[in-house]
């Protein structure tokens, strides 16, 4: 079982990119998943995640920009990243709280998830 993301680019401010988490022999979408970002020298910080019912939650700074959603019929989990700015430069990881249908509030905690894709990278330049 792995998860594959994909959509990663470089674009300039104001930008949109939709990002991809496929899954592969594992009914991930049917519990909780998360996207996270990293940068260099940082730590993998939360974005958004959303439930086993497509309830989400986002973090502060990407709330109205960012959309998390998923297709169970397709094992996939996407994030559509609008108005891109510099900050939003990292690389993009999709997980999978195994097991768990619903994210709970500590759903931004990187030590509650079990299966993380390879990452992606998003550069935006201004």
């Known amino acids: 079982a792995q998860l594959v993301e994909s959509g990663g680019d470089s674009v300039q401010t104001g930008g949109s990119l939709r990002l991809s988490c496929a899954g592969s022999?594992?009914?991930?979408?049917?519990?909780?998943m998360a996207w996270f970002r990293q940068t260099p020298g940082k730590e993998r910080e939360a974005v958004a995640s959303?439930?086993?019912?497509?309830?989400?939650t986002y973090a502060d700074s990407v709330k109205g920009p960012f959309l998390i959603s998923k297709d169970n019929n397709k094992n996939t989990l996407y994030l559509q990243m609008n108005n891109l700015q510099p900050e939003d430069t990292a690389v993009y990881y999709c997980?999978?709280?195994?097991?768990?249908?619903?994210?709970?509030?500590?759903?931004?905690?990187?030590?509650?998830?079990?299966?993380w894709g390879q990452g992606t990278q998003v550069t935006v330049s201004s």
């Open positions: 959303i439930d086993r019912d497509a309830r989400t």
């Open positions: 997980s999978s709280r195994g097991g768990r249908f619903w994210c709970g509030g500590g759903w931004g905690s990187v030590s509650l998830y079990d299966d």
């Open positions: 022999e594992y009914p991930y979408t049917t519990y909780c």
